[in-house]
């Protein structure tokens, strides 16, 4: 069994507020893992630790084998420079709530801009895989648009496009449909349904239940900065044992 | 109150056979006249004061304006480049998680900004009472006077001072670009610095260019005080004249009308560098 993910006693603090209060996690290669939980329960925070957007402050994480932001020599830890930091999130591929496509480059140039700046492919090879990307998120006709000109739910799925173009070994996303009107939610999971079907390692921090149930393989449930409960979407999600998640899914749910 | 009537026509074909009379601007009519009166008036003063025209026609194409002009317009340019280049790089600085860059930039922007650009004109100019000779010994040496030519001194005292002031600027535009961004070029793998140059400062500059825009032009006037540490510029030249052929207000008027229409073709490529910029931005500004 190889874990993409590995987590030990995570720690991550801001000021006083304990955001990730001893994490342990282990997520398989090819495993879908949803994490459901109430605001401020630390979800996006064990995400956005994953991939070096916040640094933790105890306990380990390992992604794709090689431990996050330090280097082991001897007894001593090595912090990391922005160049390792760089090539480490390479294995991370990340999609946010707020979609945060580039605006003043086209569909397409947000899609070959880190395979052309950062994996110095070239842009001949960038341009057609970013085409095949963008047809397969549905997409096809808006090459050529600026962010500004498509729809939260045609952005997200540029912004999918965009970071699987990096052919990362995991993908995470962040809320994907929070911040999208309610009849635009169904086409971007619909990308992620298709996606997970691949074969692709995901995380999704999300409140969409009926996804978590119909397309993760194990479901997590943070509450205050800890893991609660984790286990199968229908375990969890039918019949949790843990009083909080109790009430949170009922609270979702009604 | 004859036929009309507040009630409204029975079918909408009926409004349409009336006549649409467009609001009246009178206040607008006014003014316009009252500005154009004194315009007149002025036009009047000048035609009949005693200046003359014809050395004014005369000396607009003289060869020593248009040398000053060429140099006025040279050192703008090659200062603002400057001035550009060091605002990018100290606002870079000044924002930068390193404590060192950071206050190296803080002592940068708060001496050039501190102090009257005629006097870092001036200590420039002056550099060789301190220093009489410049170099890495063993390597190259020269005489300070022979390097600080005016037009040294004022490219290094117009450009490093705009650059102080620039940063400002610029750091105001980073600021302005939304941390998401950040985080999305950082996600693709990009470093600090890539992300910097190839996400935040491009949507940076449309909040950056206006004002850079107008320090552009306020630079074209600034020049012109380097003709105190006697680099040829246009007024420099002007003033020149004037004192051989005391013609004094002929060859203000002279310098003016230049400075005018090199204002005027900066402001349209303002606007057009400014169009351009706003790629993306949804807003199309007129």
Known sequence: MSFIVQGKSVVKKFGDFVALDHVDIDIENGEVVCIVGPSGSGKSTLLRCINQLEKIDGGGLWVDGELVGYRIAGSALHELDDKQIARQ???????????????????????????????????????????????????????????????????????????????????????????????LVGEVLQVMRDLARSGMSMIVVTHELGFAREVANRVVFMDAGQIVETGAPEEILMYPRNERTRGFISAVLN | MQTTTQTPPTSSTELSDYKIVPRRHYGRLLSSLIILGLLGALIHAFANGDIEWSVVGRFLTAKAILWGLGNTVLMSILAMILGVVLGVVFAIMRMSSNSVLRYVAKGYIWFFRGTPIILQLLLWFNLALVFPTLGIPGVFEARTVDVMVPFVAALLGLGINQGAYTAEVVRGGLLSVDNGQYEAAMSIGMTRLKSLRRIVLPQAMRVILPPIGNETISMIKMTSLASVIQYSEILHNAQNIYYANARVMELLIVAGIWYLVVVTIMSFGQRMLERRFARGSGRVDH
């Open chain 1, 89 to 183: 999130r390479l294995a991370t591929g990340m999609v946010f709530q707020r979609f945060n496509l580039f605006p003043h480059m086209t569909a397409l140039e947000n899609i070959i801009e880190g395979p052309i700046q950062v994996l110095k492919r070239s842009p001949q090879e960038c341009r057609e895989q970013a085409l095949e990307l963008l047809e397969r998120v549905g997409l096809s006709d808006k090459a050529n648009a600026y962010p500004v000109e498509l729809s939260g739910g045609q952005q997200q799925r540029v912004a999918i496009a965009r970071a699987l173009a990096m052919r990362p070994r995991l993908m995470l996303f962040d809320e994907p449909t929070s911040a999208l009107d309610p009849e």
